[in-house]
């Protein structure tokens, strides 16, 4: 039997040389091994790399898409690149997920396709898709209308054999092609008639399902439209463009026994009303705007078709929306619509909007209905030829405004379009929509055909997954917000000894300007509008910006195309 060493009285020097000594002893009997042989069953594969996706199997197709968000997390719609943002845009998020689900095929630039791994993000680029948008809403603005046309894959199936035979071209001329190759443009065979028909609608991609999956739950694909007139443009086609605004009143919490004196909080809705009837027609609108020198714009006439206050009714509410009644509320249904503060909303309809303009348009209301101005306000801004500078005034704020729909009416209807109000439905007038938009649950184009479901059930539109359900979580989240903070501002208000005028004078010594935003502005001593310092007219502010950049002044008039509404 072997004895076992007492390691312990060894001193450091003999612990060494025992430890090379058996180093030495296991190198001649031990076969060395350059890594362990894995557990039996517990082999795995290296993953595969993915298949690269070749665009070139697939044909393409020009569509419009209809889709609405929430701005509050954005940086605005439009992308700029190279110019980095603490927020993403939401023209961005769009990009990215039609990349996601590979509907988009864009042009690269040469060493500009961005990174290809799973932490790496490409550059955002439309060159190749024939991409154009109808409108760029600002920082903080929503949209629930905007629209853009782009060229996206099809199903339809590519007849390479066909279209090869038919054409006489070489294969290697449809490799890497991205244009539209259509089954209308294959010549009529016995071969042909045993496909199956193609319908561009039921049987195309369920492209609101696919790119709602891969948005963010406040960016929401509502409609897309398959049949797009000639050269469509998403920003010349459209005609009109309608913004609205919503308000409360009072605007803002009033003092108590102060209710008719200027800025207590409460609005005159009459006074506003008159104001926003003097926007419509054609005006220089140069006062209501934000000067951008570099787009040297000469012309400021807009023409505005409809303008005007308009309170939010019962069948506006969230509640009708869902099909809640007084039946599913128990006998209450009509004291839905009843609230206090009351909403309301100013909506202003027009062909094409300056930068910032709705956003003065709304500050200069708020002036009027809070009693620090008369509605002649209105008539001395638009008067350029006595007010060539617009004087100094905030515009209001961005997180009340909606770029609420795009309307593309049929070219051969514009001219008998008929814009005048028509009382107190004339926010309902304007032109008429001419695309034939399939919305999102519709039978023919609005669903998902691959999923095997009852009508209405998981169609896109309500249930697991749909966009009401997606919608609902949002609104029910602010709205529960809504009801505590309420509640909390009622226990407040009942609590202690009832307050009056004399008690909370010391907060009238300085006049309150409300401008959309959850807290008036305190102003000191309120000045009127037209005695405030007036900035410079556009022709010196573009003729100073034009001799700094060496640029030809006067340029040749342009059409306006403007349609930052913001």
């Not at 991409?131 to 853009?148: E, L, N, P």
């Not at 739950?217 to 007139?229: F, G, M």
């Not at 926003?276 to 807009?302: P, T, V, W």
Request: glycine share 8%; with cysteine; net charge negative.
């Amino acid at each position: 039997m072997a004895t076992t060493e007492d390691y312990t009285t060894w001193t450091c020097e003999s612990l060494i040389s025992r430890i090379h000594a058996l180093e030495s002893a296991l190198g001649l009997t031990q076969v060395p091994t350059t890594a362990a042989s894995p557990a039996p069953g517990r082999f795995k594969k290296p993953p595969k790399a993915p298949k690269p996706f070749n665009a070139s199997r697939y044909s393409t197709r020009l569509i419009a898409l209809k889709f609405a968000y929430l701005g509050g997390a954005y940086n605005g719609f439009e992308h700029h690149a190279n110019n980095s943002t603490p927020l993403p845009t939401v023209e961005e998020v769009l990009w990215r997920a039609l990349r996601k689900v590979r509907l988009i095929f864009p042009d690269f630039p040469e060493g500009k396709t961005g990174g290809r791994g799973r932490d790496e993000q490409e550059e955002v680029c439309w060159e190749g898709v024939e991409y154009s948008k109808c409108g760029r809403t600002d920082k903080g603005v929503s949209a629930f209308g905007q629209v853009v046309g782009l060229r996206v894959r099809s199903a339809r199936p590519l007849l390479k054999a066909k279209v090869l035979a038919s054409t006489g071209a070489d294969e290697n001329d449809l490799k890497g092609t991205q244009d539209e190759i259509a089954m209308d443009d294959v010549p009529p065979d016995d071969s042909t008639s045993k496909e199956p028909p193609f319908d561009p609608v039921k049987d195309e991609l369920p492209y609101i399902q696919m790119l709602n999956r891969v948005l963010p739950s406040d960016i929401r694909i509502l409609a897309w439209c398959p049949n797009l007139p000639p050269n469509f443009s998403a920003r010349f086609n459209c005609r009109e463009r309608r913004y609205r605004y919503f308000f409360t009143n009072p605007a803002f919490a009033p003092l108590p026994g102060n209710e008719a004196q200027q800025g207590s909080g409460w609005l005159d809705i009459e006074a506003m009303q008159s104001a926003a009837k003097k926007y419509e027609g054609l005006h220089d609108f140069r006062n209501f705007c934000k000067i951008d020198a570099s787009k040297q714009i000469e012309n400021f006439e807009r023409r505005i078709f409809n303008a005007g206050i308009h309170r939010v009714e019962a069948e506006d509410q969230p509640a009708s929306l869902v099909g809640v009644g007084a039946e599913a509320n128990g006998g209450l249904g009509e004291q839905l619509s009843t609230s206090t503060p009351q909403l309301y909303w100013f909506e202003v309809r027009g062909s094409a909007f300056l930068w910032h303009q709705v956003r003065h348009l709304m500050a200069v209301l708020f002036l009027v209905g809070q009693g620090w101005e008369q509605p002649e306000l209105v008539d001395q801004l638009l008067d350029v030829s006595t007010t060539p500078g617009r004087p100094v005034y905030d515009m209001a704020s961005d997180v009340p405004l909606v770029l609420w729909d795009c309307i593309f009416p049929d070219p051969e209807r514009v001219q008998q379009a008929d814009h005048a109000g028509d009382g107190e439905v004339s926010h309902a007038g304007g032109y008429e929509d001419g695309l034939d938009w399939v919305y999102v649950g519709d039978s023919e184009g609005g669903q998902d055909q691959a999923k095997k479901n009852p009508p209405g059930v998981e169609d896109g539109k309500y249930g697991r997954g749909g966009v009401m359900d997606d919608l609902w979580v949002l609104w029910r989240q602010r709205k529960m917000e809504e009801i505590l903070a309420g509640s909390l501002m009622n226990v407040v208000r009942r609590q202690g000894k009832p307050s009056r005028l004399r008690d909370v004078d010391f907060a009238l010594k300085s006049d309150r300007v409300y401008d959309g935003s959850e807290l008036p502005r305190t102003v000191g001593t309120y000045n009127d509008v037209m005695q405030r310092e007036r900035m410079e007219s556009p022709d010196v502010v573009n003729v100073r910006y034009a001799a700094r950049k060496g640029l030809q002044y006067p340029r040749p008039r342009r059409a306006a195309t403007d349609d930052i509404g913001g």
